[in-house]
């Protein structure tokens, strides 16, 4: 592993990475080892010992506790989700009574993430369940793939709190940690060792390298799909259940082979096949590397990031935790300097572009979107381009612009190749896809999936100028509202004067008292606000001083 160590410090280097901890499971052995520093500010080591957050990885773990109940006959995959939480409800009747264990594994549920703020108490889950009474369908119900962040493992964390009697987090220990022998994973912030814990970075640019990152974790509603801290080594504890047949390294049984055979057996498509894999699982990627099926699942959280690869062939399972990204070039560089090491498939590269395609490519244009998302497809001098504009808090935060343009190079009638110019971007593939009446339905980037929105007529700018009286509850107000702007809305400016007792926004929506109606909910009770049908040139003028 000197080598590897080597070259891993040489990336961390090239991509400001501050530090990654690595781990190897070959042969029923794991080897695992950390380079680089746990925050920029103290400059203490990273070791095989520290803790980092695995971001969405959570979701494997959550999926694997989950089945033990499928394991013990207690809860059923295909059997409505009414079954074992019987007030369930969303705005589609039909997918309330029939969306299915199964549905919210595989991410073809299609229920849009707009649960509210549901709060940091233990009722947490249970909260989220109760406030998408209204929530509606991003697509029907197992129409398509389309990744859920948070919502589709939180329903599932409350089937396993019903079910068991117990909270998730107790569920998690008492499930899994304990019986794996775990002694450094757990599902809380607050019950990790503080002295032994990575801190989150951001990387704007190159030259600035990695700057601490303002939030320190996700909210508790990630939980399931995103709040377990491990080890490089303890996330491969859970790698050797899926490689011998559900059996822990200890011998423990954790689950019986036959549901190792449903999680990784039970598969939808994936629109994009190339990002990711082409095939979703229960609670797994299905990857395939030049002929061999690779499982994995990737994660980020807020700063932090990981990566976790399976190879049942080899038997070889690898894992990296971050505290920066995620940059793919860089897993990728580093998975298959190990794997290659190993005699193993290495991970393929994406393809390339196809230019003999002669496209309509009318068929693609037009506008994608999902609460606090917007993507705009347009053809221009026989170019597809994509564009988007980011959160306006976000792009100051990371150092960007609000709005970014790329070209979207044909791969196949439904995939396209988007490069970037940023250095710190890496390319990704986007699928345009779902023909109806000559249109694409869905956009499908990042494992999300945004359907296409009908061209809106009337919809008007409006101003909102507002004087702050709590300045830290507006700011934090505006960030949920932005998260949950109706659909066919857009945010397309917020600034603040220096002194923060001021502060414009422009949304883009049907009426004056549509936006009044819609910040009013959420800033009402930290500022006072006037509306004006404006633009955003008119946005100017703020004080300074």
């Not at 599902?187 to 990575?198: G, M, P, Y």
């Not at 499982?295 to 976790?308: I, N």
């Not at 999300?448 to 507002?466: C, I, K, Y």
Request: with cysteine; net charge negative.
């Amino acid at each position: 592993m000197t080598r590897i160590r080597a070259r891993v410090a040489e990336l961390l280097a090239e991509y400001r990475i501050p530090s990654a901890a690595i781990g190897v499971l070959h042969g029923g052995r794991t080897t695992d080892f950390a380079v680089g520093v746990t925050s920029v500010l103290t400059r203490d080591l990273a070791t095989s010992g520290t803790v980092y957050q695995c971001g969405s990885v959570s979701k494997t773990w959550t999926a694997l506790a989950f089945m033990q109940l499928v394991d013990e006959g207690k809860v059923a995959l295909d059997e409505p989700v009414r079954t074992y939480l019987p007030d369930f409800r969303v705005a589609d009747p039909g997918v309330s009574v029939k969306v299915t264990p199964r549905h919210l594994l595989n991410h073809t549920h299609g229920i849009e993430e707009d649960y509210g703020d549901p709060g940091e108490d233990d009722d947490v889950y249970e909260r989220m369940v109760r406030n998408i009474a209204g929530a509606r369908q991003v697509h029907p119900l197992g129409h398509t793939h389309g990744y859920s962040p948070a919502l589709g493992y939180a329903i599932l964390a409350r089937i396993m709190e019903v079910t068991d009697g117990e909270r998730w987090d107790d569920i998690m220990k008492d499930r899994l940690f304990d019986p794996l022998g775990l002694t450094s994973t757990s599902s809380r912030r607050e019950h990790v060792d503080q002295d032994r814990a990575a801190t989150g970075h951001l990387i704007r640019s190159l030259e600035e390298g990695a700057v601490l990152s303002p939030l320190g974790h996700l909210p508790r509603s990630f939980g399931p799909g995103g709040n377990v801290n491990t080890t490089a080594s303890e996330l491969l504890m859970m790698a050797y259940v899926f490689l011998h047949e559900g059996k822990a390294p200890n011998g423990a049984t954790i689950v019986s082979p036959g549901i190792i055979r449903e999680m990784t057996q039970s598969r939808v498509p994936v629109p994009d096949p190339y990002t990711f894999g082409p095939e979703w699982a229960l609670g797994l990627i299905v990857c395939d590397w030049h002929g061999q099926t690779v499982y994995a699942h990737d994660g980020s959280a807020v700063g932090q990031s990981a990566r976790l690869r399976i190879l049942p062939e080899s038997g070889i399972a690898v894992s990296m935790l971050a505290n920066a990204g995620p940059r793919d070039s860089f897993y990728r560089k580093v998975f298959n300097e190990i794997l290659a090491g190993l005699g193993a498939v290495t991970i393929p590269g994406l393809p390339e572009p196809d230019p003999t395609l002669a496209l309509d490519l009318s068929r693609y244009e037009g506008s994608y979107e999902r609460p606090g998302t917007r993507y705009e497809v347009a053809a221009e001098n026989g170019r597809l381009h994509l564009r988007f504009s980011l959160n306006p808090m976000e792009a100051r935060v990371l150092d960007r612009p609000e709005q970014l343009d790329y070209e979207l190079l044909p791969i196949s009638e439904t995939h396209f190749l988007m490069p970037s110019d940023d250095p710190l971007e890496d390319p990704q593939t986007v699928a345009i896809y779902d023909f109806e009446n000559g249109a694409a339905r869905y956009l499908h980037i990042n494992c999300r999936v945004n359907p296409r929105v009908p061209e809106r007529s009337g919809t008007v700018p409006v101003m909102a100028v507002s004087t702050v009286s709590d300045g830290n509850g507006f700011w934090d107000s505006v960030k949920k509202a932005y998260g949950r702007l109706p659909q066919g809305a857009r945010w397309t400016l917020a600034v603040a004067s220096t002194d923060g007792t001021k502060a414009v926004n422009v949304i883009m929506h049907d009426s004056i008292d549509g936006v009044r109606n819609f910040l009013e909910d959420h800033t009402g009770a930290f500022a006072t606000t006037d509306y004006f049908e404006a633009d955003a040139a008119n946005a100017v003028g703020l004080p300074t001083r």
